[in-house]
């Protein structure tokens, strides 16, 4: 097969991937995954190395980890209990999920829907977790509040590094 027909169909596919961080699928492992794919399927001698797929391993494990870490840090700062944070993960991904069906207009309704869909999960599973706890409803808010600024963060981070792996990928093609 042609080099530049295979390079075309990853990018391409590996666009997809990058969009996928924004329902909370992991875009970035997915990306690296199909890296692996081409680098093993292809003997064209040049491009990518196996040494650009440890690269994007490194971005993908960081972008997971501040994703996760930020998600919950500012939560915790506010003195969130662990029950709130794992609830409020589950909630923000599932509501993720939902919030893709809930705007009717292709693509970009599913991006806002998802988006909003996580920043909401984040909010309620906080405060419902705080409120399991029997936390006071003041501070209950304000732990909400903090988990859902966190999570928004936190996807912003792993988009910016799903970017990186983007484009170390990218540049690795001309190498």
């Not at 399927?41 to 997971?64: N, Y």
């Not at 969130?80 to 609830?87: D, E, F, K, W």
Request: aromatic share 10%.
């Amino acid at each position: 097969m042609n080099y530049w027909l295979c390079v075309s169909l990853l990018i391409a596919l590996n666009s997809v991937a990058l969009l996928s961080n924004l329902f909370l699928l992991p875009g970035n492992w997915f990306m690296t995954g199909l890296l692996c794919i081409f680098l093993m399927v292809s003997d064209f001698g040049h491009g990518p190395t196996w040494m650009v797929v440890i690269i994007c391993v490194a971005l993908a494990g960081l972008g997971e980890g501040l994703e996760l870490g930020l998600g919950s840090a500012k939560a915790a700062k506010k003195g969130a209990s662990r029950r709130a944070m794992v609830i409020s993960i589950g909630m923000s991904f599932v509501c993720s999920i939902a919030g893709t069906f809930l705007i009717p207009i292709p693509i970009v309704g599913s991006v806002i829907g998802a988006i909003l869909g996580a920043a909401i999960g984040a909010f309620a599973g906080a405060w419902l977790g705080e409120a399991w706890k029997g936390t006071e409803s003041t501070l209950r808010t304000e732990i909400g509040t903090a988990a859902m600024s966190g999570r928004m963060i936190g996807m912003l981070a792993k988009g910016i590094v799903g970017v990186m792996i983007f484009v170390v990928q990218l540049v690795s093609f001309w190498l």
